[in-house]
């Protein structure tokens, strides 16, 4: 796919999901969606019988839906199993003030992203060869925002997570349309998490259905309520 056509599937997609990009924002993600089909050829990134359509959508596009919960303000966000950089790279690509790191225990995806971030020229951006339990991320304390996307069920992320409820930052899960289910399973591992905030959207050309779910130490908000009890409330609506 040539930039021409890349840029307009790209920046309409981003507007139908409330972000608006540029034009060297749209460039910098186009050299991104290059450098990944061609290492993709050699590295499992992602599925080789996608289509460039299938792409900018199912991974550029839904990486992009997360900046709506920022509300265009500098942050800093811990991308948990990025994988080929969905969507803590992503982010970085058109937020450059935000602090993204970017933690990838697979060493040829490792590669992919520092390569990816040196043909970016970002800044103040974190490649960590590692998993999130070796605990070896320089000032983990500091990230407002812990993100898992297509890695494990939320179960399973809030307990790989747990410690950052001590630091006060938020866990966001990106999630299909079967989140429920995973919610009504991870019952224990969500005892002391509250969800704080539930974000649904539907990718601008497939209409396949996608859901933020934001998870915060209970203890910390008044507000707080239990994650069973959401469940329930969410199937009565």
């Known amino acids: 796919m040539e930039f021409d056509s ?10 139908k999901l409330g972000v608006e990009l540029d034009g060297f924002q749209a460039r910098q993600l186009y050299d991104y969606f290059t450098t990944l089909k061609r290492w993709s050829r050699k590295v499992n990134l992602i599925s080789r019988s996608a289509s460039d359509e299938e792409i900018v959508e199912l991974h550029f596009l839904d990486s992009l839906a997360l900046l709506n919960l920022f509300h265009g303000e500098p942050t800093s966000l811990l991308d948990v199993g990025s994988g080929a950089g969905f969507p803590g790279l992503v982010c970085k690509a058109v937020r450059p003030e935000m602090r993204v790191a970017l933690v990838e225990p697979r060493l040829k995806r490792v590669s992919f992203l520092r390569h990816v971030c040196r043909l970016l020229g970002l800044a103040d951006m974190e490649v960590h060869s590692c998993r999130l339990e070796e605990r070896i991320i320089p000032d983990e304390s500091d990230f407002r925002w812990v993100v898992s996307r297509a890695v494990a069920e939320i179960g399973d992320i809030l307990t790989l997570c747990g410690r950052f409820r001590e630091y006060g930052s938020a866990v966001v899960c990106m999630k299909g349309p079967g989140y429920l289910e995973e919610l009504k399973t991870a019952t224990d591992a969500a005892r002391g998490w509250h969800l704080a905030d539930r974000k649904s959207y539907r990718l601008p050309y497939s209409g396949a259905q996608r859901t933020l ?16 009890l959401d469940v329930q409330d969410s199937r009565k609506r």
Do not use: C, K
């Open 6 to 15: 890349f840029e307009p599937l790209l920046t309409t997609g981003a507007n």
């Open 213 to 228: 779910l934001v998870f915060r130490d209970a203890e910390s908000d008044p507000a707080h309520f239990e994650t069973q």
